[in-house]
């Protein structure tokens, strides 16, 4: 029977220092009435009823127990006291508190060159030719260097080769490939299709696009945004984003969704002089690092707590997010639905209400993505997807998970938080 109820009930909840220790979900009052629950301390102990336990039997309603201090429970389900139902880890954290984002960031893939995210054939004379894959230039490289000159846009790269293959000539590269910088020389190929001389390969400039801000922790330096892995979208692949930057973005015009497509903010960002932190995680639930100076919020302008994922309710929340140049604006939103289970930052359905927010941009757009969604003044999350046929609605990631993939809210007994 223990699987039956996986779906339903978490195997593993996160519960703060001074909250009450539950079953996760609201259970029907006719299940709650047979239901036995087993409390039992690995590493922790809690309070009930004005006493300390490591060990406790008791039934949901006739004593609640509270959470005392960092540490990892097991808690076990039984029906009629001997019908085994349910069994899920309780880990106790304590979360810092978090100045809330909602500010446009612009990705900088790395700090100079361009990245190799594809091949593609250079035809001519019916044949397929790949000069980079002779000279072992991979997908995940990044070009530094073309004849001695700094590459910064995939403009400048292509033009150095149509200069070079014009004369017959190779072209001297500097490639970073992993940890190694390597210099390699190749002979562009004059391509019958577009009438260019080519090397073979899909490269892409250091901007990655314009993406939000979720929070910032003051004491630490700590920031989280986007909500979700950033990827390729030609060819699927996770970007290295470890010599990564974000830097300061405004917003200057907005494409409103629409059913089946989607809207997008348009931003501006000069590069790496507006750099304002470092990107050291790419992961499913946002990309994480440090910003170089303090974020300033001015809707918000003291740190809030975290909602955990129980805390969370169905009803009326507000989301932060820029529409204009670096304006911070509030706009009210609906939780409707709450996801339980590792759903890959699908924590939450949501639905845009705010009429403004409506009529601007039609909904959620790309470059909200990481945008905080705020429910009775505590972080619960951030926007993340939009929902194609129906711009008004999409998922957005708990803030507990964004928290767990920088270890903010990982106890050191605490064995299993981060895995």
């Known amino acids: 029977m223990y699987s039956a109820w996986h779906n339903f009930l978490p195997c593993h909840q996160l519960v703060k220092v001074g909250d009450q220790i539950t079953a996760g979900r609201k259970l029907p009052e006719s299940l709650n009435k047979n239901l036995t629950l087993h409390l039992r301390s690995v590493n922790n102990f809690f309070a009930a009823g004005g006493s300390n336990y490591r060990e406790l039997t008791f039934t949901p309603g006739q004593i609640t127990p509270v959470a005392l201090k960092p540490g990892r429970l097991e808690m076990s389900m039984k029906l009629f006291g001997f019908l085994p ?4 880890t309780v880990s106790v954290v304590a979360p810092p508190m978090v100045i809330p984002g909602g500010h446009s960031i612009g990705i900088l893939t790395q700090s100079e ?3 190799v995210v594809g091949e593609a ?3 001519k004379d019916g044949g397929q030719y790949f000069p980079a894959r002779l000279a072992h230039i991979s997908i995940g490289d990044i070009i530094m260097e073309a004849n001695g000159m700094k590459i910064e846009s995939e403009g400048q790269l292509q033009e150095i080769i149509d200069q070079c293959g014009s004369k017959g000539k190779e072209v001297a590269l500097l490639v970073k490939h992993g940890d190694k910088t390597l210099k390699k020389k190749i002979k562009p190929v004059l391509c019958d299709k577009t009438g260019r001389f080519r090397i073979g390969l899909f490269i892409k400039g250091a901007a990655a696009g314009v993406g939000t801000m979720t929070f910032y922790v003051p004491q630490s330096g700590i920031y989280g945004a986007l909500g979700h892995i950033i990827a390729d979208s030609a060819s699927g692949r996770i970007i290295n984003l ?3 930057k ?4 405004s917003i200057k015009n907005l494409h409103p969704g629409r059913k089946g497509q989607p809207g997008e903010k348009l931003g501006v960002f000069t590069g790496n002089n507006d750099v304002i932190g470092n990107i050291e995680k790419n992961t499913p639930f946002g990309i994480f690092g440090h910003l170089d100076k303090n974020l300033v919020n001015s809707i918000y302008r003291r740190p809030i707590p975290i909602a955990m994922k129980y805390q969370i309710q169905t009803g009326p929340a507000e989301i932060l997010t820029v529409l204009h140049d670096n304006k911070l604006e509030e706009f009210g939103i609906d ?6 289970g590792d759903n890959q930052g699908k924590d939450m359905i949501i639905r845009i209400t705010d009429p403004d927010l409506l009529n601007r941009s039609g909904g959620i757009i790309q470059g909200m993505s990481g945008s905080p969604i705020i429910q009775k003044g505590k972080l619960a999350g951030a926007v993340t997807h939009v929902f194609v046929n129906d711009p008004t609605q999409g998922y957005a990631v708990a803030a507990e998970n964004m928290l767990m ?3 903010l809210i990982y106890h050191k007994g605490n064995e299993n938080i981060a895995s």
Do not use: C
Not at 246 to 249: E, F, N, P, R, Y
Not at 335 to 340: C, L, R
């Open 121 to 123: 054939p250079v035809l």
């Open 242 to 244: 470890q010599n990564g």
């Open 335 to 340: 939780i409707e639905k709450v996801i339980t």
């Open 405 to 407: 993939e920088v270890n």
């Open 113 to 115: 060159g361009v990245l």
């Open 85 to 88: 139902l349910h069994r899920m």
């Open 246 to 249: 974000i830097v300061d973005a």
